[in-house]
């Protein structure tokens, strides 16, 4: 099944069962909702109607929502499942169906237009929380039960799992997952799912929106309770098509193959560090084409820094595995083809697309040209003195002073034979980010750290996440 023939087999199904088909929002959140930088999940653009705000167009939605989260950016590569930019299907009731029928709209689902053995499908349970005043969510057990999941494949899972929030505020209430057991070829016996392991794939979150989460850190009932889920599309690719990861799917591996042509290496071919370069460059550049396409500019602030960040991190990849500079427009392109036809925003602003991935490419790559002479310097100065490595001062007044990567430093470094005093570089980077927090001298700050703790529990990006990372403006 193409990832497109998925999109439509999910949507079909919520259509049939009295659900009203919404196009996908853009990735740039509304503007009254200050609460999050980018959207992260498919209920972001419906939250006036969850929160009551507004009238929703029917009490039974669906659609399938472009989302971005900044923070599984250092993850891409690394699992085989987290991408930045993914789509993710939803269907959600507007205080219609609650706990019962979303869980039998997903277990129907499942198996029926998805073919999955229900003995390979396992589901977690919000198992409570005392600082929430909440005990575990029997009657999402006892729904499980009801369908047939037997007791031993329904776990119990902490808030930092199974309580989902849109972000530091906002609806949000405990939620039920499915996974699917992919098998001890993916890891133990030991394994369970809500545990960060490969062997049991989330695909799907069901959340029992019934709070709103407030800026003092209190819960309060929304207007009525209500279902907002979430099914990975590009997850659901990987399982539907038979391959081990989302980069083997239809939507990457054109992306995949750009980057084996581009750089002259192989993917898969025994070799981690290029095939996590053309995991990540395969990711972001399609991350930063839809970023663009919605009308984010690279910035030192904000999303704007989001992009720059992707950017910056696909331009080293990309040096790092051979690849001739300009290379980043030529993406695009395959982001369109692959992409176009089902968000055609892609090409209508290609032209915008390809002007800001060139200009970006061609400025970061003068920074590092002068931060290799730089490091040159450097490190004929630390030989010449015969100390034993780059002292943590100079590689972070190249990282700070001059936006040089840390990493290329250290890599460079070590091609010279030279070290790098990186525990001293890591004690400098956390004392900046020390100093550029407010001082907590009133209530509010604690709140907003309180908020940020939240946010980051719950998997979400925080309105604080911008702002850690625009004092390491220049850094990648
Ligand atoms: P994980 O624990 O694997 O990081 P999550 O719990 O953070 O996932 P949710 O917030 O529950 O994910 O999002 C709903 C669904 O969206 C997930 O069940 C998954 O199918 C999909 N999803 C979440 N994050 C990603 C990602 N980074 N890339 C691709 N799909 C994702
Ligand atoms: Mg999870
Ligand atoms: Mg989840
Ligand atoms: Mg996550």
Known sequence: MTSD???????????????????????????????????????????????????????????????????????????????????????????????????????????????????????????????????????????????????????????????????????????????LDRGLDFGSEDD??????????????????QFEQNPVGTLTPLPAPSIDTGLGLNRMALIQQGVTSIF???????????????????????????DRALRILADHTRGMSFLIADGVVPSNEDRGYVLRRLMRRAIVQGRRIGIEPGFLPKYAQVVRETMGKAYPELIEHADTVDMWLASEEESFNRTLEQGMKLLEDVIAKTKAAGEEGIGADEAFRLHDTFGFPFDLTLELAAERGVGVDAAGFERLMER?????????????????????????????PSIFTGYETTEQATAV
């Open 432 to 460: 900046q980010r020390e100093n550029s927090r407010p001082e907590a001298t009133d209530g509010v700050v604690d709140t907003r750290e309180q908020l940020r703790v939240f946010a980051s529990a719950a998997g979400a």
């Open 248 to 274: 083997e799917t239809d939507q990457f591996v054109p992306l995949i193959k750009v980057g084996e042509e581009l750089s002259g290496k192989q993917y898969d071919g025994g070799d981690e560090t290029v």
């Open 192 to 209: 369970l799912p809500g545990g960060d392991n490969e062997r049991f794939l989330e695909y799907w979150n069901l959340v029992f929106m």
């Open 5 to 179: 023939e998925i999109r439509e087999r999910f949507l079909s199904f919520f259509e049939s069962r009295d659900h009203k088909r919404l196009p996908s929002g853009s990735l740039v959140p509304a503007e009254h909702d200050p609460s999050v930088l980018l959207t992260t999940a498919g209920m972001h653009p419906l939250k006036p109607y969850f929160q009551g705000r507004e009238k929703p167009p029917h009490h039974r939605l669906t659609s399938c929502q472009k989302c971005f989260r900044t923070p599984d950016i250092d993850q891409i590569g690394l699992t085989t499942r987290h991408l930045t930019c993914f789509e993710m299907l939803g269907n959600f009731s507007i205080g219609d169906y609650f706990k019962a029928d979303a869980a039998r709209f997903a277990w129907e689902l499942s198996l029926e237009g998805f073919g999955f053995n229900p003995d390979d499908i396992w589901v977690t349970v919000f198992e409570g929380d005392e600082e929430l005043g909440l005990g575990p969510d029997q009657e999402a057990i006892d729904i499980w039960l009801e369908i047939g999941v037997p007791r031993e494949r329904i776990v119990l899972c902490p808030r930092s799992e199974n309580f989902w929030q849109a972000g530091p505020t906002g609806p949000c209430g405990p939620c039920s997952e499915l996974y």
